[in-house]
């Protein structure tokens, strides 16, 4: 098992670009979640979806879209990147919301100069 | 919002020595997480303890939590250099759609 897998680990953006950070996982869980952590931070929620077909936002939802393709795939898109947006990504899965044990993925490391 | 604030921020310890590290957090919980994550990697869940639950071990971990007080320690016994990390609580907080909420963490550092 691979757990929980994203792409890209790194990139590189220049403001207003737009780009897709994928998430995939195969352990069958229903929940799952986009996080940004910055430096000296812990990590804030962006947006999580309780089960394949729902989506709600987290705390820092602005700038950011989120698609749950099936239950294995978990998008986050930025439309048009901003300087603040440079953070890291991490994308994390549960059995279920209310389960309580996260699986994260390594995370995707975005600069937006 | 942050409901956990970890203490301290930073701590640096000899191998063999204890670490403890605390965690406050302000609102009710229906259980509190500590988590480690490695320079430049994702976080790797440690241990979960429940609300009705005072302490817990895992290993060379001991974690106590005192609901009246809204705290939660970590100790790490007889550390080593791969325990050097950054650790995070996070709760689960009454209300939260079963979100957690994590702190700002403390960075662990073991000296050989």
């Known amino acids: 098992n691979a757990g929980v897998t994203q792409t890209p680990k790194f990139q590189v953006l220049k403001t207003g670009q737009s780009m897709t950070l994928q998430c995939a996982q195969d352990?069958?869980?229903?929940?799952m979640y986009w996080y940004r952590q910055d430096p000296g931070m812990g990590l804030r929620l962006i947006y999580y979806?309780?089960?394949?077909?729902?989506?709600d936002k987290g705390e820092v939802p602005n700038g950011y879209n989120v698609s749950r393709l099936n239950k294995r795939e978990f998008s986050l898109r930025l439309e048009s990147a901003a300087p603040s947006q440079t953070s890291v990504y991490f994308c994390?899965?549960?059995?279920?919301?209310?389960?309580?044990?996260?699986?994260f993925g390594p995370g995707t490391r975005l600069l937006v100069l | 919002s942050q409901q956990g604030e970890e203490d301290p921020q930073a701590l640096s310890i000899q191998e063999g020595e204890n670490a403890t590290m605390n965690c406050s957090y302000k609102?009710?919980?229906?259980?509190l997480q500590w988590y480690r994550q490695n320079s430049g990697r994702g976080l790797v869940h440690l241990i979960l303890?429940?609300?009705?639950?005072r302490e817990k071990h895992s290993g060379r971990l001991r974690v106590t939590l005192d609901t009246s007080k809204k705290s939660s320690s970590l100790l790490i016994t007889a550390s080593r250099a791969a325990d050097t990390a950054s650790y995070f609580c996070?709760?689960?907080?009454?209300?939260?759609?079963?979100?957690?909420?994590f702190g700002k963490g403390t960075k662990l550092s073991v000296k050989p």
């Open positions: 994390a899965s549960s059995e279920g919301l209310l389960s309580e044990t996260q699986y």
């Open positions: 303890i429940r609300s009705n639950e």
């Open positions: 352990m069958n869980h229903n929940s």
């Open positions: 979806s309780a089960s394949e077909g729902t989506t």
């Open positions: 996070a709760t689960d907080a009454r209300g939260s759609q079963g979100n957690l909420i």
């Open positions: 609102t009710s919980i229906n259980n």
